[in-house]
């Protein structure tokens, strides 16, 4: 047994994922009775994430501010830049690919009359008073918005706090990035569960039947990380980047995949920024910050589900709104929970830029939870890969400036 599990423990995250996987699918198959209950696992597996993450953004970017030193350089304004850039072209792909590959849904009562006025007011609204909102609350509730603003405000309160007092913070900072870790080790347990307990109560028609819509929401978030992003990177860094792009999609996309969020995968982008020998002082604060505003794929997911919305119910788009909703998405998506499944609760805000009712939209919600198993996977192993990516850019390009050379470690 213990040769097993010292075996086991050599193996790669990855692979270990894999083998949970593969179990998982075969127990839905031939025990679906079993499988069920194997669904524990998996969520106490989401549950453990969803608790940890929220308090873990808090402190690691409050430890980082409170320890910024007056002077030092750091790359924010342009990773800043290349994050909201990067959102704001996903929910444009999105956009351009529904109205070339246009899909429908099929949606219960409650769309009929519908006329549409619009405003993205509403939007702002609310991401304003989630910046305000009481810090005990913001934890609770996963409001990451929230949660930045006050790490934020605290971190530059503490910058002339005593040493002690920021190295206790740093501590905290580090015992939650371990907890995280350890949370990690236990994902092939956790996937096994989710998986069979999805297939054994779904079945896998469940996702057969909305086959077009995945292809094209996966499709772009592809398209996104293949084409958009390798471009975005080639004019900063003016050398081939799918030797980046490819690495920071191995070794940060695959685990975000699985984990299905991108503030639990935190820890993981820290170590990768590391290997590339990324400054501290600056992804130590931009890869917290790209887990609540970096989030291409949301404005993907939020894009494509309104338009398909548009579609079933026959409202006519034309170019300019067409835009506005790419801007509505790209607003939308910076809202976004960095936990599963957080970009769909954001689609009736979308939704009522064409006058769509409520009861209409979280229908279309619903369908989004259903493709949620592959789409809510690729989105984040999306999003959490440009975090490390577009820091790693921004960083690489004024090497490029100051001559000198950039390389990207294989292993």
């Known amino acids: ?89 996903a929910g444009l792909v999105a956009v351009v690919a529904s109205f070339i590959f246009p899909v429908t849904l099929t949606l219960g009562a409650g769309a009929e009359n519908v006329s549409p006025p619009g405003g993205v007011v509403e939007v702002l609204k609310a991401l304003l008073l989630n910046i305000v909102s009481n810090p005990i609350t913001a934890l609770s509730n996963a409001n990451y918005i929230g949660i930045l603003a006050w790490a934020l405000l605290l971190g530059l309160a503490l910058k002339k706090a005593p040493e002690a007092t920021k190295t206790m913070i740093s501590n905290f900072s580090d015992a939650l990035s371990q907890i995280v870790r350890w949370v990690i080790n236990f994902a092939p347990i956790g996937i096994m569960g989710l998986v069979a307990d999805t297939i054994a109560t779904n ?73 590339l020998g990324l400054d501290k002082d600056t992804y130590s604060v931009s890869i917290p910050l790209g887990a609540t505003v970096n ?34 998405s790209a607003v939308s998506a910076c809202g976004a929970s960095g936990v599963a499944g ?21 229908q279309v919600v619903g369908v989004g939870f259903v493709v949620g198993v592959i789409q809510d996977s ?12 577009l820091t790693a850019v921004s960083e690489f390009r004024q090497w490029r400036k100051e001559g000198k050379k950039i390389v990207i470690p294989r292993k």
């Open 1 to 89: 047994m213990t040769n097993l599990l010292r075996r086991w423990n050599q193996l790669s995250l990855v692979k270990r994922i894999i083998i949970g996987l593969i179990v998982g699918i075969i127990l839905a198959i031939i025990v679906p009775n079993v499988a069920k209950p194997i669904g524990i696992f998996g969520s106490l597996f989401v549950g453990a994430l969803k608790a940890v993450a929220p308090i873990l953004v808090f402190f690691l970017v409050m430890s980082a501010i409170s320890q910024h030193k007056s002077g030092q350089k750091t790359n924010m304004k342009s990773i800043i830049v290349l994050y909201l850039l990067g959102t704001f072209l």
């Open 295 to 328: 989030m291409a794929g949301a404005a993907i997911t939020i894009s494509v589900l309104t338009l398909a919305a548009v579609n079933t119910l026959g409202i006519k788009v034309d170019i300019g709104t067409a835009l506005i909703l790419s801007l509505l």
């Open 203 to 275: 079945g896998i028609e469940s996702l057969v039947d909305y086959g077009q819509l995945l292809l094209l929401l996966v499709g772009c978030m592809f398209f996104m990380a293949l084409v958009v992003n390798p471009i975005i990177t080639f004019i900063n860094i003016r050398q081939n980047p799918y030797p980046l792009v490819l690495k920071c999609l191995k070794d940060s996309g695959i685990t975000a995949f699985f984990t299905r969020s991108s503030a639990a995968n935190i820890p993981v982008n820290m170590n990768l920024c590391e290997k």
């Open 378 to 389: 690729c989105e984040t192993a999306l999003n959490s890969s440009t975090d490390v990516l």
């Open 342 to 362: 957080g970009s769909l609760l954001l689609i009736p805000l979308a939704c009522s830029l064409f006058g769509i009712p409520n009861d209409v939209a979280m």
